[in-house]
């Protein structure tokens, strides 16, 4: 007897296996989570083999201006000698880093416009891809980590849209602070 009332059960519920069950959803209670950069906006960072690009140990401010928008600025220097030929050019260079609001690590992708200037002694010489001073723009594409703390440590790959220059990797490491 008691087989056959779980039988009958079943069979009266397949018409209703296909329909969809109404639910309610509350959106009210969501919210999206701000990562670290907002509680530690404004910062400082070395720049190592490429920001601001082209350069070997770059020197940069940084600013928070939204969870998934970085304002950067720096200055930063490279050379090059080749027996009684040097060459150097010292970059000054600015830009915006994009980044995925919430996530403390999380990629991230730049443009920045840089000034390079730039100088010969005893023969031309190419430093960093260039041969002559002058404007260029570049990209970034990489990873970025803040932690709570302010620590700061990024990685990834600069590309000039000047036609010869090419790319290179950076590494950048730095701390942001609450002071702002």
Same mark, same amino acid.
């Given at each position: 007897m008691k087989i056959s009332i779980g039988i009958l059960a079943v069979l009266l519920?397949? /018409?209703?296996? =296909?329909? $969809?069950? /109404?639910?309610?959803?509350? %959106?009210?209670a969501v919210s999206i989570s701000q990562s670290?950069?907002?509680?530690?906006?404004? =910062? $400082? %960072?070395?720049? &190592?083999?490429?920001?601001? !690009? /082209?350069?070997?140990?770059?020197?940069?401010?940084?600013?928070? &201006? !939204?969870? !998934?928008?970085?304002?950067? $600025?720096?200055?930063?220097? &490279?050379?090059a000698s080749v027996g009684n030929s040097s060459a150097s050019a010292t970059?000054? =260079?600015?830009? $915006?880093?994009?980044?995925?609001?919430?996530?403390?690590?999380?990629?991230?992708a730049g443009l920045s416009l840089a000034y390079v200037g730039y100088s010969s002694t005893g023969g031309a010489l190419s430093v960093g891809g260039f041969d002559s001073g002058g404007l260029h723009a570049y990209a970034s594409l990489g990873i970025d980590w803040q932690t709570a703390s302010g620590f700061n440590v990024g990685a990834g790959y600069n590309l000039s849209t000047k036609a010869g220059v090419g790319g290179m990797p950076y590494l950048n490491l730095g701390w942001f602070s609450d002071f702002i």
């Open positions: 519920s397949i /018409p209703s296996w =296909g329909k $969809a069950t /109404p639910v309610k959803e509350d %959106f009210s670290s950069r907002m509680q530690k906006r404004a =910062g $400082a %960072f070395l720049g &190592v083999l490429g920001d601001p !690009f /082209p350069t070997l140990v770059g020197v940069n401010l940084a600013y928070n &201006v !939204f969870d !998934f928008l970085r304002a950067t $600025a720096g200055l930063g220097q &490279v050379s970059t000054v =260079g600015a830009g $915006a880093r994009f980044l995925v609001p919430g996530w403390s690590l999380s990629p991230v």
